[in-house]
């Protein structure tokens, strides 16, 4: 169904930019960082701000604001509202318990994997990874396996022309570049990454197929990068491909 433009709050789309612009890596910001990142005014993103505060969504110490746990109750209700992380969780569970590695499942929402469950075993990234927390797809393994599901135009426009930031070195930064990993991806069934999204990180992910064959979810398996790269799909690649047959005939 089409929507109007004369139904749409401007107020709220604009609340939702601000609160968008609070990451990982900029949890705390002050009036003209939020300004810069979302685009809107400084008047604008200063109200809108205040209004996260008063509504205590948001603290403020006078000159930068940061997001409070009640922000939660947003996205609370979205991943209640959807069985893939009660579903994968307990595999989730077995599975860290076998590896003795952290893994995670995560969807695809734009340019960004979003995380949907996960069972840490240690630590292995700078930032703490959880439900919610969000990476660029073009350089993790998870966001890879994803692109890789859709048709090759659609991952195009998610890429862009331009070249994508470097996070470390090694990070593949040209768009042709990247689509060509992701044809082997989806040739080879995974994606494995080697120190792309942070120095001293590998990892290896799987699609999640339902039972028609879509690609739904990405699951992996992130630990610190020690010994030949071999070893990484050697040593995990068999166990996520087990969780991956399981979960096949019960998803939808």
């Not at 685009?39 to 409070?68: M, N, S, V, W």
């Not at 979205?78 to 569970?93: E, G, K, Y």
Request: net charge positive; aromatic share 4%; with cysteine.
């Amino acid at each position: 169904m089409a929507i109007s433009e004369r139904d749409i709050m401007g107020g709220l789309a604009k609340g939702l930019a601000v609160i968008e612009t609070f990451t990982a890596e900029r949890p705390r910001q002050s009036i003209s960082e939020v300004s810069a990142a979302s685009g809107l005014d400084r008047a604008t993103a200063r109200r809108c701000l205040l209004t996260l505060a008063h509504q205590g969504y948001a603290d403020y110490d006078g000159k930068f604001f940061t997001l409070t746990p009640r922000i939660l109750r947003l996205g609370t209700a979205c991943l209640a509202t959807m069985p893939l992380p009660q579903i994968v969780q307990p595999m989730l569970d077995r599975l860290s318990e076998e590896i003795g590695e952290s893994s995670s499942v995560s969807i695809l929402d734009g340019s960004e994997i979003v995380y949907v469950a996960r069972a840490a075993q240690k630590k292995v990234m700078s930032v703490v990874l959880m439900p919610g927390s969000r990476l660029p797809a073009y350089c993790t393994s998870m966001g890879r396996v994803l692109l890789a599901g859709l048709p090759e135009p659609e991952a195009r426009a998610i890429l862009g022309t331009n070249r994508l930031p470097a996070r470390t070195s090694r990070t593949l930064t040209d768009p042709e570049a990247v689509i060509a990993e992701l044809v082997r991806v989806r040739a080879q069934g995974y994606a494995a990454i080697d120190q792309e999204v942070e120095e001293g990180l590998r990892s290896v992910a799987v699609p999640l197929l339902n039972a028609r064959g879509r690609v739904i979810a990405a699951l992996n398996t992130g630990l610190p990068a020690s010994g030949p790269v071999a070893d990484l799909t050697g040593r995990y690649l068999p166990a996520l491909l087990g969780v991956q047959a399981q979960l096949k005939p019960i998803l939808r």
